[in-house]
């Protein structure tokens, strides 16, 4: 694929920041509990680590980030929980006892799903403070302050609603609005995103409210309802690139990781017990009437190699002539590997491929 030319006229790896971004409490907490957003925390942490976007991270977003992080953690997994149990309360009382089974069996498959995406959102946590730790953190000075405070007492947006206390938004924007005019601000681009359009958009959601609009322009500053949106703004190949590597990825089901060992089991067993088989044949492992008392590798009793037929008629009865192969030396590797993996996720220990 042939990388576009950026919006931002930069090389990377050129060291040079060109773009500063102040990402709302609101956003940072979806990159952390939606699965979808999390994704997008990877290009994220891409334009940081290349130097190309440097964070703005005001006091008030890093302190409520603090306060709500855990609870909101908590509270998604109570979410997601309640919803299939609710879920599964439903389809006891409608359809076909067969149509209840295979239904009940995938809202159980999804649950087991929960404590996954709960330790993926916990991952997520800490590489955004991994990101935070990278950020430029501002403390409001007292000119931001007193902006703030005139805008809440003048009724200007994002203060504008009556029955809303919004000083942290006013304070927000002020923030921003300072940093545009720092002496270090020349020649660089500005992003404010935040998914609070309620306060910061005006009748269009995707627009600025009048109140701050003074602060976006077309070139210099922009106004972003959604991290998709900065992000593809920044470099529209990156998206381009996730979206056709990562689309729809979610953590499998239990049921699925089950079925995927079981097939490796039967595949890898049946080639063993085919090259055993092969081996006696060849003369490489004798062959005698009473099974050894210690093992030997070099040595095989008639009544195993009789069970290992058995068993071989028995793997292609159920699994279907796939079980059989061939196998190339990579294709073998990649076999075992998998087995292993997947052993390793239900429990067991590394590299453990008994069959």
């Known amino acids: 694929m042939t990388k576009r030319k950026l919006r931002y006229s930069a090389e990377w790896g050129d060291g040079k920041i060109l773009g500063r971004a102040l990402i709302d409490t609101c956003v940072w907490i979806d990159l952390a509990t939606e699965p979808r957003e999390q994704d997008l925390l990877r290009v994220l942490e891409e334009v940081v680590r290349d130097e190309f976007i440097d964070l703005i991270l005001p006091q008030t977003v890093l302190d409520e980030w603090t306060r709500n992080r855990a609870k909101t953690l908590q509270k998604n997994r109570e979410r997601m929980t309640a919803a299939l149990r609710s879920a599964r309360r439903v389809v006891k009382q409608v359809g076909t006892n067969k149509d209840k089974r295979?239904?009940?069996?995938?809202?159980?498959?999804?649950?087991?799903?929960?404590?996954?995406?709960?330790?993926?959102?916990?991952?997520?946590?800490?590489?955004?403070?991994?990101?935070?730790?990278?950020?430029?953190?501002?403390?409001?000075?007292?000119?931001?302050?007193?902006?703030?405070?005139?805008?809440?007492?003048?009724?200007?947006?994002?203060?504008?609603?009556?029955?809303?206390?919004?000083?942290?938004?006013?304070?927000?924007?002020?923030?921003?609005?300072?940093?545009?005019?720092?002496?270090?601000?020349?020649?660089?681009?500005?992003?404010?995103?935040?998914?609070?359009?309620?306060?910061?958009?005006?009748?269009?959601?995707?627009?600025?409210?009048?109140?701050?609009?003074?602060?976006?322009?077309?070139?210099?500053?922009?106004?972003?309802?959604?991290?998709?949106?900065?992000?593809?703004?920044?470099?529209?190949?990156?998206?381009?690139?996730?979206?056709?590597?990562?689309?729809?990825?979610?953590?499998?089901?239990?049921?699925?990781?089950?079925?995927?060992?079981?097939?490796?089991?039967?595949?890898?067993?049946?080639?063993?017990?085919?090259?055993?088989?092969?081996?006696?044949?060849?003369?490489?492992?004798?062959?005698?009437?009473?099974?050894?008392?210690?093992?030997?590798?070099t040595v095989i009793d008639r009544a195993s190699l009789k069970l290992m037929r058995q068993s071989m008629q028995s793997a292609v009865k159920k699994r279907g002539i796939e079980v059989k192969g061939p196998w190339t030396d990579f294709e073998w590797g990649m076999l075992n590997g998998k087995l292993s993996a997947l052993r390793w996720v239900l429990g067991s220990e590394w590299d453990f491929l008994d069959t």
């Open 102 to 297: 295979e239904l009940v069996r995938r809202l159980d498959d999804l649950r087991k799903k929960v404590p996954l995406i709960g330790s993926s959102s916990q991952s997520a946590v800490a590489r955004i403070e991994k990101l935070f730790g990278t950020a430029t953190v501002v403390q409001a000075s007292d000119a931001v302050k007193l902006r703030a405070a005139e805008r809440a007492m003048a009724r200007r947006g994002p203060c504008h609603h009556p029955d809303k206390n919004s000083i942290n938004d006013a304070i927000l924007i002020e923030t921003y609005a300072e940093a545009l005019f720092e002496p270090a601000a020349r020649g660089k681009k500005f992003m404010f995103v935040s998914k609070n359009t309620s306060d910061f958009s005006g009748s269009d959601p995707s627009k600025p409210h009048p109140d701050i609009a003074a602060n976006f322009s077309r070139v210099k500053s922009r106004y972003y309802t959604t991290i998709r949106q900065a992000l593809f703004a920044t470099d529209p190949t990156l998206l381009e690139e996730f979206e056709f590597n990562d689309a729809d990825a979610e953590p499998r089901t239990a049921t699925e990781i089950h079925d995927a060992e079981e097939d490796l089991f039967w595949k890898i067993g049946y080639n063993r017990k085919a090259v055993i088989l092969k081996k006696a044949k060849l003369g490489l492992v004798r062959v005698v009437s009473k099974a050894p008392s210690n093992y030997d590798p």
